[in-house]
């Protein structure tokens, strides 16, 4: 049994894995305080495992955190997947693959052994990020921006007078403050993924699938229509795939 973990800007995103099955997924924000405490207790329950192994965006001060919370109760340190030119039939367009995140790299094979491609493929959360795929597993590229929430809080720091005092609702077109920064921002990430979609859709004369995934997928969903779907768990996925296709080379 291995325990694989998604270390993303905002959260934690950890699962057991059989060789075959993800099981036992959880979610923890970096916020938790304490988060060793809250980890220990979380992982109390999991038998023994053979390996760690980790996908990480965040920066080497959170990465040796969770190192020294995962040596507490394991004894293990974690092995780290980095991105490559290739991998599980998918080819990365960055001339540079190490500039691609690992978990963009995961969330394009996870979306590729699915089926899913064609597709367009757009996670919403710190940062709001597309990537196109296309039916023979090249990646065509991507576009990375604020997340919502980023946006609105540049917007708030950076202006004299919009400051509104609570969140906003999600609306066509706004009668106050709030509701305009919120719609705003919200629909700047749609109109992201919508001109992609449209492009790709030109591009390849096909209709992609659209797959959305991120702590902020289910709010971008509402504002894209029923052909966006939720992709759960993606770099988790990934990554169980990635290391199947290795160790089945070993």
Not at 85 to 91: F, I, L, Q
Not at 114 to 125: H, I, K, M, R, S
Not at 222 to 242: E, K
């Given at each position: 049994?291995?325990?694989?973990?998604?270390?993303?800007?905002?959260?934690?995103?950890?699962?057991?894995?059989?060789?075959?099955?993800?099981?036992?997924?959880?979610?923890?924000?970096?916020?938790?305080?304490?988060?060793?405490?809250?980890?220990l207790?979380?992982?109390a329950?999991?038998?023994?495992?053979?390996?760690?192994?980790?996908?990480?965006?965040?920066?080497?001060?959170?990465e040796?955190?969770?190192?020294?919370?995962?040596?507490?109760?394991?004894?293990?340190a974690?092995?780290?997947v980095?991105t490559?030119?290739?991998?599980?039939?998918?080819?990365?367009?960055?001339?540079?693959?190490?500039?691609?995140?690992?978990?963009?790299?995961?969330?394009?094979?996870?979306?590729?052994?699915?089926?899913?491609?064609?597709?367009?493929?757009?996670?919403?959360?710190?940062?709001?990020?597309?990537?196109?795929?296309?039916?023979?597993?090249?990646?065509?590229?991507?576009?990375?921006?604020?997340?919502?929430?980023?946006?609105?809080?540049?917007?708030?720091?950076?202006?004299?007078?919009?400051?509104?005092?609570?969140?906003?609702?999600?609306l066509?077109?706004?009668?106050?403050?709030?509701?305009?920064?919120?719609?705003?921002?919200?629909?700047?990430?749609?109109?992201?993924?919508?001109?992609?979609?449209?492009?790709?859709?030109?591009?390849?004369g096909?209709?992609?699938?659209?797959?959305?995934?991120?702590?902020?997928?289910?709010?971008?969903r509402?504002?894209?229509g029923?052909?966006?779907?939720?992709?759960?768990?993606?770099v988790?996925?990934?990554l169980?795939?990635?290391l199947?296709?290795?160790?089945?080379?070993?």
């Amino acid at each position: 049994m291995k325990l694989l973990l998604d270390l993303g800007n905002s959260r934690l995103k950890w699962a057991l894995w059989d060789g075959q099955v993800l099981s036992a997924h959880g979610v923890t924000p970096w916020q938790q305080d304490p988060l060793r405490d809250v980890l220990l207790q979380q992982w109390a329950a999991i038998p023994d495992i053979s390996a760690i192994w980790q996908a990480s965006v965040v920066d080497a001060s959170r990465e040796a955190q969770l190192g020294d919370i995962l040596n507490t109760r394991f004894g293990l340190a974690p092995k780290s997947v980095r991105t490559h030119s290739k991998a599980c039939g998918v080819r990365i367009a960055y001339v540079h693959p190490e500039q691609l995140g690992v978990d963009r790299f995961l969330s394009l094979i996870a979306a590729w052994v699915a089926g899913y491609a064609p597709c367009l493929l757009v996670t919403c959360g710190t940062a709001v990020t597309v990537d196109a795929l296309d039916g023979s597993g090249r990646h065509l590229g991507g576009l990375i921006s604020p997340g919502p929430d980023r946006m609105r809080e540049v917007l708030l720091a950076t202006t004299v007078h919009v400051h509104p005092r609570q969140e906003g609702q999600l609306l066509d077109l706004a009668a106050d403050t709030a509701d305009a920064v919120t719609s705003g921002v919200w629909q700047a990430a749609a109109g992201l993924v919508e001109r992609s979609q449209k492009y790709l859709h030109n591009r390849l004369g096909d209709m992609p699938r659209l797959l959305v995934a991120g702590g902020g997928g289910e709010r971008l969903r509402s504002l894209l229509g029923s052909a966006a779907q939720p992709f759960t768990g993606a770099v988790l996925l990934g990554l169980a795939h990635y290391l199947a296709s290795t160790e089945s080379t070993t």
